[in-house]
Every structure is written in structure tokens, then in C-alpha cells.
């Protein structure tokens, strides 16, 4: 491979530094052995755990293993067991909160291992959105809608009535229904 020169810039500083193609692929080669050394390590600390799991079933006597593979059998099961009721209180969760109207995104808030309780926290949810909903209402209704200005007089031309809004020529046939009669013609 030539001596290339490689122009690298880092975000962070704007900097500009060159490398040759040759400290480049020592970079490469460095964090690649970084990863392997990772993945070896871990592959490791799971090969000497199921070691000693072996070692530990060897030194035990046939009543000791029956056990052991009993409270490992209990145990998976107890695992299954919670994953399932997860995802049954999931879905019935995801069924209460599209019937009280709130978004399914909520699930991974209110979602929880007893029915109970995550029936209370959905309820306690609806009640917040729903009070924060109504002062929202509230606020927005509190202010007052403008007005809209219809001219009271005969100065109304009949270019300014054909610019009128249907609203505001409503409010002038309320008004004036003489005028209006007069500039709808």
C-alpha cells in the first residue's frame, strides 16, 4: 500500500489531523483486538461459570443433582411464568388505556407485574392528563373570543361587503338587515 496521507476531523474541535495509511490501519488493527479481547473475555467468564456448575454437579450425589435440577427446573419456570403475566397485563393494559381514550405509548409507564397495581397507576394517569386536559380548556376558554367589527353605518361600500367574512356579514344582517338587503344585491 502507498504512503497515503489521510486528512481525519473530529466534530468536537474542528481539528484536522493527518495520518499515514499505515497509522491508520494500526488504529484499525488496535480496536479491532480491543473488541476481540472484549468478546473472549466474556465468552470466558461464561465458559468458568458453566465450569463450575459442572464441577459443582460432579462432587454431588444423585438425590443432591435430582434437586439441583429441580430448583433450576422451578426456577425457569417461575421466569416463564412472570414473562407470560407480563405480557398478559400488557395487552389487558393496552386494552384499558385505548377504551379510556390515552395513547398506547403509555404502556411502559403503567405496565406492571400485578393487574392491581397497574390498573391503579392507569387510573391515576387518566386522571392526570384529564385535569391537565380540562385547565387547558379551561385557560383557553377563560379568554375572550375577539370581536368582530361590523361597521354600523351606511359608509359600507359594496367592495368592503364582498370582502366581508360570512360571519361578519351575518352579524351586519343582525344588525342592519335594511343594509344588508341593500349592499347583498
Given amino acids: 500500500m502507498e504512503n497515503e496521507n489521510i ?12 495520518y499515514s495509511a499505515e497509522e491508520v490501519e494500526q488504529m484499525l488493527q488496535r480496536e479491532a483486538d480491543k473488541r476481540v479481547t472484549q468478546a473472549l473475555q466474556k465468552r470466558e467468564k461464561e465458559f468458568s461459570k458453566k465450569l463450575r456448575e459442572s464441577e459443582k454437579l460432579a462432587k454431588m450425589s444423585e438425590s443432591e443433582k435430582a434437586e439441583h435440577e429441580r430448583q433450576n427446573f422451578l426456577k425457569q419456570l417461575e ?9 398478559e397485563n400488557k395487552i389487558e393494559g393496552l386494552k384499558i388505556l385505548s377504551e379510556k381514550g390515552l395513547p ?3 404502556i411502559d409507564f403503567v405496565i406492571d407485574e400485578d393487574a392491581d ?7 391515576s394517569v387518566d386522571k392526570i392528563i384529564k385535569a391537565a386536559v380540562a385547565e387547558q380548556v ?7 373570543s375577539p370581536k368582530m367589527a361590523v361597521k354600523q ?4 361600500s359594496k367592495e368592503q ?4 367574512t360570512v360571519a361578519q356579514r351575518a352579524e351586519l344582517y343582525k344588525s342592519n338587515p335594511e343594509l344588508y338587503k341593500e349592499l347583498s344585491r
Avoid at 117 to 123: L, R
Avoid at 153 to 156: L, N
Avoid at 161 to 164: L, V
Fill in 7 to 18: 486528512e481525519v476531523t473530529e466534530n468536537t474541535e474542528e481539528k484536522k489531523e493527518t
Fill in 79 to 87: 421466569e416463564k411464568e412472570s414473562e407470560l403475566n407480563r405480557r
Fill in 104 to 106: 398506547s405509548t403509555l
Fill in 117 to 123: 397495581a397497574m390498573f391503579t397507576k392507569i387510573q
Fill in 138 to 144: 379551561k385557560s383557553k376558554l377563560a379568554t375572550p
Fill in 153 to 156: 353605518s351606511d359608509e359600507i
Fill in 161 to 164: 361587503f364582498m370582502k366581508m
